[in-house]
Nanobody, 125 residues
């Protein structure tokens, strides 16, 4: 069982930056592929980024490529999402997710087994 807790959300102006953090419980964090998803009101949960457990390879949604960076520090049981050049369209609740081992780049919610409670990100224009 893995518990995930996100933090770092908030209100920021367009063009600004935020760094989200996700802390995981357990002693086998390095065996988990981690992902970030987001969900805006009235919309489905959508993939943002993922980092795999083996090589730390990353994959991004086209909408955030070049602006967002996912990273992990296994010694801290943590995964991060650095978000730069934020846009109003980035406004959503952001969720951290985990799956043990996982495929190279799981991009749909059903591929993940564990979820955090979410953190709100609001980008004002």
């Amino acid at each position: 069982q893995v518990q995930l807790v996100e933090s770092g959300g908030g209100l920021v102006q367009a063009g600004g930056s935020l760094r989200l953090s996700c802390a995981a419980s357990g002693r086998t964090f390095s065996s988990y592929t981690m992902g970030w998803f987001r969900q805006a009101p009235g919309k489905e949960r959508e993939f943002v980024a993922t980092i795999n457990w083996r090589e730390g390879n990353t994959y991004y949604a086209d909408s955030v490529k070049g602006r967002f960076t996912i990273s992990r520090v296994n010694a801290k049981n943590s995964v991060y999402l650095q978000m730069n050049s934020l846009k109003p369209d980035d406004t959503a609740v952001y969720y951290c997710a985990a799956v043990k081992y996982g495929s190279n780049w799981p991009k749909i919610p059903q591929e993940y087994d564990y979820w955090g409670q979410g953190t709100q990100v609001t980008v004002s224009s």
